[in-house]
């Protein structure tokens, strides 16, 4: 079993459509979550960052852990075509541990 | 936000051939980086972790003579992938923590093709 399960899709979605995007893992010791926002032949950029369980909100994006489920999860309101691009999710048990990364989502946003 | 920068940013080289790729934080020290490999439609595969002054630590399954990272500064990290073959071919990404949580700020990539 992988670290870091993540569903590839794609995903296709019509502009203005709230996107739910997903992992789950099965480390307990995980405490740290992130979402990146990969375009492509690009490097990855950091879209949110949450520590152990809760939501936080940015604009239109929302990130939300639930560690008793061992699942995490990132809202996209209001999807826009600049939001087509894959996101991955990466978690770590500690601020200096190493990242393990979901496989990555692909998602297109159509005007 | 920070900023890390990769040079080149493609390459083209012939089979046995050497090529080596630089990983620099352009306004913060790191004196740990992390070098990445990705496939197309892939996640992001950790290879080592490059530390300044020492030795780098690789992950499991990684050659250590074949991919060379040396980290001669505060800012500047480098792979070499020696005597380089077509499956060699992938896109190399570093990345530098930076910040009280380590937020990992990751450079543009670096498309290799061995042909």
């Known amino acids: 079993q992988k670290e870091v399960e993540q569903d590839p899709g794609p995903l296709s979605v019509p502009e203005g459509a709230i996107v739910s995007l997903n992992c789950t893992y099965s480390?307990?010791?995980?405490?740290?979550f992130m979402w990146y926002r990969q375009y492509s032949r690009k490097g990855p950029e950091l879209l949110m960052y949450?520590?152990?369980?809760g939501n936080k909100e940015d604009g239109r994006f929302t990130a939300q852990v639930d560690k008793s489920s061992k699942y995490i999860s990132l809202f996209i309101r209001d999807s826009q075509p600049s939001d087509s691009a894959t996101y991955l999710c990466?978690?770590?048990?500690?601020?200096?541990?190493?990242?393990?990364f979901g496989r990555g989502t692909q998602l297109t946003v159509w005007p | 936000g920070a900023v890390v920068s990769q040079h080149p940013s493609w390459v083209i080289c012939k089979s046995g051939t050497s090529v080596k790729i630089e990983c620099r934080s352009l306004?913060?020290?790191?004196?740990?980086m992390f070098w990445y490999r990705q496939f197309p439609k892939q996640s992001l595969m950790l290879m080592a972790t490059?530390?300044?002054?020492?030795?780098?630590?690789?992950e499991q399954g990684v050659e250590k003579d074949k991919f060379l990272i040396n980290h001669a500064s505060l800012t500047l990290s480098t792979l070499t992938v020696t005597s380089a073959h077509p499956e060699d071919s992938s896109f190399y990404i570093c990345?530098?923590?930076?910040?009280?949580?380590?937020?990992?700020?990751f450079g543009p990539g670096t498309r290799l093709t061995v042909l």
């Open positions: 480390n307990s010791a995980f405490q740290y």
């Open positions: 306004d913060f020290q790191a004196t740990t």
């Open positions: 990345s530098a923590p930076r910040g009280a949580i380590s937020e990992q700020f």
């Open positions: 990466a978690m770590r048990g500690s601020t200096l541990g190493r990242l393990y």
């Open positions: 949450t520590y152990s369980s």
């Open positions: 490059s530390n300044e002054g020492s030795k780098a630590t690789y």
